[in-house]
């Protein structure tokens, strides 16, 4: 098992910058590759970005260019910079986490939130215009 709690989202105006952070607990943490989703009212819950163990990162479209994933391993945390914020950004963010052998970020497999077995309880980001 392994516990994931993020921290760090809030209001914040457009053209803004706000970081998340994400927390593990349980099993070694070196073994799971990790995923941010967000989730905006009324809408399915959609990939972000995905990092590897191993550091290889890959990013939405739609986000690429103004975010930023991060992990320490040491800390057992990930983090999501998010700059450039925009009104459309405003949804619910997560963390999750997949096991790396089944998880492929290179592959582009930790593109589906099918493939996460462990989710976080989510923080709020609201990016007013």
């Known amino acids: 098992q392994v516990q994931l709690v993020e921290s760090g989202g809030g209001l914040v105006q457009a053209g803004g910058s706000l970081r998340l952070s994400c927390t593990a607990s349980?099993?070694?943490?070196?073994?799971?590759?990790l995923g941010w989703f967000r989730q905006a009212p009324g809408k399915e819950r959609e990939f972000v970005g995905a990092i590897s163990w191993l550091n290889t990162i890959i990013y939405a479209d739609s986000v690429k260019g103004r975010f930023t994933i991060s992990r320490d391993n040491a800390k057992n945390m990930v983090f999501l910079q998010m700059n450039s914020l925009k009104p459309e950004d405003t949804a619910v963010y997560y963390c999750?986490?997949?096991?790396?052998?089944?998880?492929?970020?290179?592959?582009?497999?930790?593109?589906?939130?099918?493939?996460?077995?462990?989710w976080g309880q989510g923080t709020q980001v609201t990016v007013s215009s």
């Open positions: 349980g099993r070694i943490f070196n073994s799971f590759n």
């Open positions: 999750a986490a997949c096991d790396r052998n089944w998880c492929s970020v290179a592959m582009g497999h930790a593109r589906s939130r099918e493939k996460y077995d462990f």
